[in-house]
């Protein structure tokens, strides 16, 4: 399980990434990494070094975008795939975390809406007319949540837009980094790397030795257990941890893949939104 983050600059301990390991013995390992680059180091070393392994990968981004937003770009073809592909060209991001992620949304924003919207939340120093520091009052005709937010909204949880940049809880940073990032994994692991629910549908993904599962996570739909003096965003990715392993030795695990969805919305989940796992309707 892992804990993103949108540093632009090395950083270890609160606010960084931290990935949580847990092997088939039931022990898990914390790692704390002070770059996207480490991590991104370590995920291949772990892929490598067992390469007949089943492994479940969550990360706590949006891996996807309101329905529309490909469209809305121009991009052609499945909507997610392009998103993904489009954001690893233009996303610029060094091994000491340095990247150019708001003048890509800046430039999202141009071509979206020609104007500040929808991505939102940036420095001052990178404000301009294409991006605001503060939401603009006008968002265009895209949605502000996707449907799994607007589902967890429903159910008293507090999830935050995509399209929100910058500001305690944002995490449209980390998905702009994370996915580009997860792109090139993609291309890495070829043959074993699946993307729930994009690559998979809205089910148990059907996966043989060595396969990659990457799927969303949202830690915060849990209680989190940090009695061991742990900073939270390690105890939360260790508690995720826990949960889908003990999930999964219950025989449960496959039905966190499926939640029952309309056939309009499962299309738009499939296609460009994603899912959290775990969220049930």
Request: with cysteine; hydrophobic share 45%; net charge negative.
């Amino acid at each position: 399980m892992v804990d993103w983050s949108a540093n632009s600059t090395p950083k270890l301990g609160r606010d960084s990434i931290w990935i949580a390991v847990r092997d088939r013995g039931g022990e898990t390992t914390l790692t704390n990494l002070p770059t996207r680059a480490a991590a991104g180091d370590f995920l291949v070393e772990l892929f490598d070094s067992d390469p007949r392994a089943t492994t479940l990968v969550g990360v706590d981004f949006s891996l996807g975008f309101p329905a529309g937003t490909a469209a809305a770009l121009g991009l052609t073809g499945t909507a997610w795939s392009a998103m993904c592909a489009l954001l690893a060209e233009c996303i610029s991001d060094d091994d000491l975390n340095r990247n150019n992620r708001f003048a890509v949304a800046a430039d999202l924003n141009d071509r979206i809406t020609g104007g500040a919207a929808p991505f939102w939340g940036c420095p001052t120093s990178a404000a301009s007319q294409r991006l605001t520091s503060t939401k603009p009052s006008g968002a265009g005709s895209l949605c502000s949540w996707r449907t799994v937010e607007r589902e967890l909204r429903s159910q008293g949880h507090r999830p935050f837009s995509s399209w929100q940049l910058l500001g305690a809880g944002a995490v449209g940073s980390q998905s702009l980094l994370g996915i580009a990032r997860l792109h090139r994994l993609r291309e890495r692991f070829v043959d074993r790397v699946e993307v729930w629910p994009f690559t998979t549908g809205l089910q148990a993904p059907q996966v043989g030795a060595g396969a990659i599962v990457v799927a969303e996570i949202w830690p915060s739909m849990l209680k989190v257990d940090d009695g061991a003096g742990l900073v939270r965003d390690a105890a939360q990715v260790r508690t995720v941890a826990k949960w889908l392993a003990e999930t999964d030795e219950c025989n449960r695990l496959a039905s966190l893949f499926a939640p029952r969805l309309s056939p309009d919305v499962a299309a738009a989940v499939i296609a460009e939104e994603g899912w959290v796992l775990g969220v049930v309707p």
